[in-house]
């Protein structure tokens, strides 16, 4: 059995390709995939743990209802896209908890540019931004992505939890057979490589921004060899003159375009000009929606709890968790938030040992604390090289080919993924 997660804001056709690929290449009846179908839309703003808790339930219904077909679920993997990534890694959590595992094997555990380390902070007034009005506009999901959520009784992050090797979420991915991530080497603008690949550094700034040539070394099984700085730039092209044709078309406003108002010479002017307006009124009507989205799954949210607790429903993950936290976890807490070992602001503690690059990102001590405990699985590292993408995010799943085509770049990631599945 193969399970599919979609990413935030998404839908199950978002991996409709990874389902299509995968059938392609493991045909028959030996392989059931199911693309989760209830934690999505404005159901992502609930939570990591809430979507989880969704996807679980369909899991073990549909399990059940292969058994009533007289068909046996012996070996199980999960795949993410994006948040979907995280959605698996709590829904194992939740399967080993109750048991599912001791009768079913868990085999591959795949994600696909998933913000395991949650997003990382970047020295620039977009990131700054984004940190601000994050949490505040995409619920519960937006402070989990942010890390800023305390989601256990002492304080800690979800992100953190599920990196705990004395948590189960950690040991859930410790008992599958292949644990493979897929990250954007460049151009993610939404997932960048630093979290999807569950680094602490990027050498891809840090050593474009010195013009050197980047190797990647033996730990990882990339998709290509080297991605390689040119030291030596390429003859500049001749600028067209001012107001031709030419001109007008090479103008580098249309990549932030959408697709429906990318229009031909003149159309592309009205356009244009109409941007000082159109710009605004998006961003505004944009706000609007995430505020009350988010309003909207904080109220979800509140019922979610409210019948959680009350007597007779089944005991979720979280409440499990809760009593081992305040049990046993008093304790190391204190320990790791001695303020000798405590970084909450990496910009008050540069580092000594060299300047930071401009672009590196500026991870908090619990974000490196995630990184080290994920980095002691034995994760299989696959790097996706898109260079001709402004944001490669939705190409390495090749997510909406109907409406983009060009996201057909990302077919040969998906079938590396799919040839390497154990069945």
Known sequence: MQVLTHGMWGNPLHVRHLERIIQDTIPGPDLHVLRAQTNREENTYDGIDWGGERVAVEIVDEVAKLQREGRTVTRFSITGYSLGGLVARYVVGILHQRGFFEHITPVNFNTIATPHIGVPRYPSFVSSLASFIGPRLLSRTGEQFFCVDKWSPNGRALLEVMADPDR??????????????????????????????????????????????????????????????????????????????????????????????????????????????????????????????????????????????????????????????????????????????????????????????????????????????????PLKKELAFLPNLRNAHGTIVCRDLENFEFQRQGEGIVRHWASVFVL
């Open 168 to 377: 189960i979420f950690y040991q859930a991915l410790a008992a599958f057979e292949t644990i493979r991530i897929y990250a954007n080497a460049i151009n993610d603008v939404t997932v960048p490589y630093l979290t999807a690949a569950i680094e602490v550094e990027d050498p891809f700034i840090a050593r474009a921004s010195n013009g050197l040539e980047v190797e990647l070394d033996d730990k990882y099984t990339p998709l290509v060899k080297s991605f390689t700085v040119p030291l030596i730039p390429p003859p500049p092209t001749p600028k067209p003159a001012v107001l031709s044709r030419s001109w007008f078309k090479s103008l580098k406003l249309r990549p932030f375009i959408p697709p429906p108002l990318q229009y031909r010479f003149p159309l592309n002017l009205v356009v244009y000009t109409l941007l000082p307006v159109l710009i605004p009124v998006f961003m505004s009507l944009a706000i609007c929606r995430l505020a009350v989205a988010s309003h909207s799954s904080r109220a979800r949210i509140r019922l979610l709890e409210r019948d959680a607790a009350s007597p007779g429903s089944a005991e979720k993950l979280a409440h499990v968790l809760a009593r081992l936290e305040q049990q046993v976890e008093s304790a190391v807490v204190e320990l790791i938030n001695e303020p000798t070992t405590t970084m909450a602001d990496p910009e008050q503690s540069p580092s000594k040992t060299r300047p930071a690059a401009k672009d590196h990102p500026r991870l908090t001590q619990a974000q490196r604390r995630i990184v080290a405990n994920l980095n002691t699985l």
